[in-house]
């Protein structure tokens, strides 16, 4: 089977865009993400077990019957869930400590589990570890503009605590857009969260109508990707 | 003597959308009225300024929409909406908290969801509960009833630079308190009885709000009998909110405010009337509205007597604005001359 890798990579980024698309992981893409230094951390800790659990299901696909899959994709998701973990305490605590109980829960978070099922158990390793990548990417970035828009409107910063992740240097990222801020609570709030994903998942939509248009004023072109929607997870 | 014969249809006139939305604004005065008699210049400056920019918004959101701007700005539905947002929130509110406020009612809860007849919440009590959720102090500080309690008023001037320069706190402090709801709710170990003698708001300032109450009552009256509105939802709201504040206060007074307390304080009035009533967001069916009123009531009652806001209106509101839809489906009447109804969902649909 011949492999379009820039299929894979088009899909995980934006037409099958985990978040905006599959509505997949809506949970911790709810929860945590109040600013984006909290939006990064989470989004790279599920890129990396995204990329572990893809690579380690198509590796053993042969292996395993499907009768019993589920239960073993959840077993190989949670061991990489364990290492990002024990990882992040060992390097990041202070943002471990802020991301609380997200981190575990990222066994549950259906996006990883929909890639095993859905591609890492068909495809060849490297395929799956393109979609891995790429899935997470697309994860990680609507994390971070959603983190970023909130961040901005909430707090009036940009980019603060960056030490968290990176490292006293990056305290000094840190921009101030407002002085003297006094915070709009709704932003940081969930259902900020559920405002600021409803205004990306309209602002993606409309791109895509007008690439459409675009598209069908030149040329008749099939669809590309599955559009499974669920809003589970 | 010949008799003109006239056939089918009777009606003369339709009920347009700006006659409707001009008569709610005229019986919105005397509340108005109340309002600025008790409280100063800022009610009559918020509704300025937040039906400046609700026109504003909505021109431009209707120019976006390319659609034809002046037809849709002179059924003044943005006005209606701005005035009732404006009547909700504290007389000194900043002015951005105006402007935040009619953002969400008229770009957020109305044209994003497809314009006015397309939103399913109210837009006035979305940009209301946004607004509380998000500025919890500068929501609470309603304005002090100056004239009962003679801490002296706020000239137009004053006013003015309290909400567009800012702010001075002590002057703030001076001419801005809790609300009866908020004071009774924050009595600490008082008891209700204690609390209405010793508390200034309750034992001396809580008159301007009967009057304003009674204000929206007067206006809810003439509208009702203009037909705008029929009388089940604010009936049933009214009802179930005084039956139940009887029902706790006959068992515990001391705990639990009286129903005279409950229909005339807050935003009872004014949401019976003015704002459960909005037709595209309640329930359609006489039967429904009557359910839909009764919901209102009774988590206005929940939600003033156990939960952690004062005042309950809008989060009532709007949460059985979330359940007209599921009202509607159950209430549907019966078509003269066939069967009842299948009520619910429909199998084969």
């Known amino acids: 089977m011949a492999t379009d890798y820039r299929k894979i990579t088009f899909d995980g980024l934006w037409n099958n865009n985990p978040a905006l698309v ?3 992981g809506l949970c911790p893409l709810l929860a945590v993400t109040g600013s984006v230094v909290n939006a990064i951390g989470l989004g790279a800790a599920s890129t990396l077990v995204l990329v572990g659990s893809n690579l380690t299901v198509s590796a053993f696909r042969k292996f395993v019957p499907s009768s019993v899959r589920l239960p073993i994709f959840v077993m190989i998701i949670a061991s990489f869930v364990t290492c990002i973990e024990l990882l992040m305490q060992a390097f990041t605590y202070d943002l471990y400590l802020i991301l609380g109980i997200f981190i575990p829960l990222i066994v549950t978070n259906c996006a990883i589990m929909g890639r095993a099922d859905a591609f890492a158990c068909k495809n060849p390793v490297g395929a799956s570890l393109l979609d891995g990548l790429m899935m997470g990417a697309g994860f990680t970035a609507v994390l971070v503009i959603l983190g970023a828009m909130r961040e901005a409107l909430g707090s009036g910063t940009l980019f603060a605590d960056m030490q968290l992740l990176f490292g006293p240097a990056a305290e000094s990222w840190k921009l101030v857009l407002v002085g003297d801020y006094s915070g709009f609570l709704f932003a940081i709030l969930p259902p900020g969260a559920f405002v600021g994903m409803g205004l990306l998942i309209a602002v993606k939509n409309i791109i895509d109508d007008r690439l459409e248009e675009r598209r069908k004023a030149q040329q008749p072109k099939p669809e590309a990707g599955s559009k499974r929607v669920r809003v589970t997870g | 003597m010949a008799l003109i014969r006239v056939t089918s249809p009777h009606v003369h006139k339709a009920n347009r959308t700006a006659d409707v939305m001009r008569l709610v604004l005229l019986a919105t005065l005397p509340g108005i009225a109340a309002l600025s008699f008790f409280f100063g210049w800022g009610t009559l400056v918020q509704l300025l300024w937040a039906s400046l920019l609700a026109v504003g918004m909505e021109a431009a959101l209707i120019k976006l929409r390319r659609r034809p701007v002046l037809f849709y700005l002179r059924d003044y539905s943005a006005v209606v909406t701005a005035v009732l947002l404006a009547l909700a929130i504290p007389p000194f509110a900043p002015w951005w908290l105006t402007l935040v406020g009619v953002f969400v009612a008229i770009v957020i809860a109305k044209h994003l969801y497809g314009g006015l007849g397309q939103n399913p919440f ?34 137009l001037g004053d006013t003015l630079a309290l909400i567009f320069a800012g702010l001075d706190p002590a002057l703030v402090d001076s001419v801005t308190g809790a609300t009866p709801l908020d004071a009774l709710k924050h009595r600490g170990g008082l008891t209700t009885e204690e609390a209405w003698h010793s508390i200034d708001v309750l034992a001396n300032g809580v008159g301007a709000w009967h009057a304003v109450s009674a204000g929206f009552f007067m206006g809810g009256v003439f509208l009702l009998y203009r037909k705008v509105f029929t009388w089940h939802i604010p009936v049933s709201m009214l009802a179930t909110l005084a039956v139940l504040s009887t029902l706790f206060f006959g068992f515990a007074p001391d705990q639990y405010a009286d129903p005279f307390f409950h229909l005339t304080v807050g935003g009872t009035m004014l949401g019976a009337f003015f704002i459960a009533t909005d037709p595209v967001t309640a329930a359609t069916s006489n039967r429904g509205k009557l359910y839909y009123g009764a919901g209102i009531g009774l988590l206005i009652f929940i939600i003033r007597s156990w939960g952690s806001y004062p005042d309950a209106v809008a989060f009532a509101v709007l949460l ?17 001359g066939h069967a009842h109804a299948k009520r619910g969902l429909k199998e084969d649909s």
């Open chain 1, 22 to 24: 599959q509505l997949l």
């Open chain 2, 122 to 155: 109210n837009p006035a009590m979305v940009a209301y509960a946004l607004l509380l959720v998000s500025f919890p102090v500068e929501m609470t500080r309603w304005a002090a009833p100056t004239v009962l309690l003679e801490n002296g008023t706020l000239g």
């Open chain 2, 320 to 336: 059985m604005n979330l359940a007209a839809p599921f009202i509607d489906l159950y209430s549907q009447p019966r078509t003269y």
